[in-house]
């Protein structure tokens, strides 16, 4: 089906055309984290928790790449399962949770960011390196314009 043409009508509908580029991504994604046993979502938020440093509270982590309370929660709880994270008092504000990675969250994490960067290459390999480089800024300065609210449409699941 990759070499199906595109309808004349839907050639240029912005929002088909992510969908259907955003729709292979997820399944290329999903397959190249499996090994991991994480969801793409779940990669993001370990990916915030690194970032965060030792001292980000679940909600401030959510709050920083636009996830819901609930899914952080529940992301939280699948990563925790796994043995990738950890809740704990903080050791500035006893009155205050904070989430890190253990040890096997880092080695996870650094291994399925490998495979995540690889998926990335190779989707955009059918673009040259100056067109790839341009779309993912093009992409985020679209995110960074728009915020990062969430925008899923009325009854559509997180």
């Not at 793409?40 to 636009?66: C, F, K, N, T």
Request: glycine fraction near 8%; proline fraction near 6%.
């Amino acid at each position: 089906m990759k070499d199906a043409p595109l309808p004349d009508a839907l050639a240029g509908r912005l929002g088909y055309l992510l969908k259907q580029a955003h729709a292979r991504l997820a399944v290329e994604m999903a397959a190249a984290l499996a090994p991991y046993r994480l969801h793409p979502r779940e990669l993001g938020v370990m990916v915030a928790i690194e970032a965060g440093g030792r001292d980000s509270s679940q909600m401030e982590i959510a709050e920083r790449i636009g996830l819901d309370r609930t899914s952080m929660v529940g992301v939280v709880d699948a990563l925790e399962e796994k043995g990738y994270v950890e809740r704990h008092r903080s050791d500035r504000d006893r009155r205050r949770n904070v989430v890190t990675l253990t040890p096997e969250g880092e080695r996870t994490l650094s291994a399925a960011e490998r495979a995540r960067e690889e998926v990335d290459r190779s989707f955009l390999a059918p673009l040259d390196p100056a067109a790839a480089a341009a779309l993912v800024e093009t992409l985020a300065a679209l995110h960074r314009a728009h915020g990062r609210e969430d925008v899923r449409p009325p009854g559509c699941p997180g």
